[in-house]
């Protein structure tokens, strides 16, 4: 059979796309598995403990031996369990994860998104359905008990977080996160006229990843890990990579809402927000749920309806 050289050239640059479009994913996941790492040094230095030191040097190969011990154990389906979203609800909640990371601001990106930020929302939305699905199929009433937490919880933390997408946009005019980033190049932050919407985002980015003092999805004290509970080996490798992948997408775009800059000061600021998360989850006790509750419908969204109205005032002058 005779190729053309044009078919030659299209196939080659079609491999290629596939390729830079797989790398990023691809990179997401290493990051994940060296995130944990530096999560178990810094919890180990705060607590005045040894971390992870005898796999490798300094305990570096540490991720890919978890990974591998967690990937050779049995995935076991419990008797009782909906074995067909009980095996998918882990994949869902990854690929709703992943989906996440084509948001992210390059600069020389040749396709972006007109809408990110709406399109983050959707993604961070949807992203509950995995752990609703995971609850449910279990058929277990600690499972469903995080379940429910979980889409309570979510729902909540959005209204504000919706508010101070709200106010990036006024101050910066485009929905688009290359844009946003682009816009603060200078000296000039968003953090400084969204002060207080940011210390408000600290809180949801907490609370939409469920971490501490936020982790009432997992409370290990009432729940023995909640939605999860039932799940083992590769299914918990998976949702564990899931959970890990939302907080680093989280810090990306915290970066790119209130510092952007270049890509060089995007990540220098994405590292301290990841470390943040860290920070927190070892200074922190677990607050109580109805307080989680109390403190958005009564604190968090007072607070961003007066700041939002703020920036509404100033955008117009």
Known sequence: MNCSPEFLTTGAVDSVSVVVSVIPFVGVLLAVGFYTLLERKILGIIMIRKGPSKVSYMGILQPFSDAGKLLCKEFIVPTRANVGPFIWAPALMLTISLLGWVLYPYKSAEVYYVFGMILFMVITSVSVYGV????????????????????????????????????????????????????????????????????????????????????????????????????????????????????????????????????????????AFATFFVVTRASLPRLRYDKLMSLCWTVLMCVMLMVSACVAVLVSL
């Open 132 to 271: 609703m699905l995971s609850g449910w199929a279990s058929n277990s009433k600690y499972s469903l008990l995080g379940a429910v937490r979980a889409m309570a919880q979510s729902i909540s933390y959005e209204i504000p977080m919706g508010f101070i997408f709200f106010c990036v946009v006024l101050c910066a005019g485009v929905f688009t996160f290359q844009e946003i980033s682009a816009y603060q190049q200078g000296p000039f932050f968003f953090l400084f006229p969204l002060c207080g919407a940011m210390v408000v985002w600290l809180v949801c980015i907490l609370a939409e990843t469920n971490r501490a003092p936020f982790d009432f999805v997992e409370g290990e004290s009432e729940l023995v890990s909640g939605y999860n509970v039932e799940y083992s080996g590769g299914g918990f490798a998976v949702m564990f990579i899931a959970e890990y992948s939302s907080i680093l997408l989280s810090s990306v775009m915290s970066s790119a809402l209130f510092f952007g800059g270049n890509e060089v000061l995007l990540g220098l600021f994405m590292m």
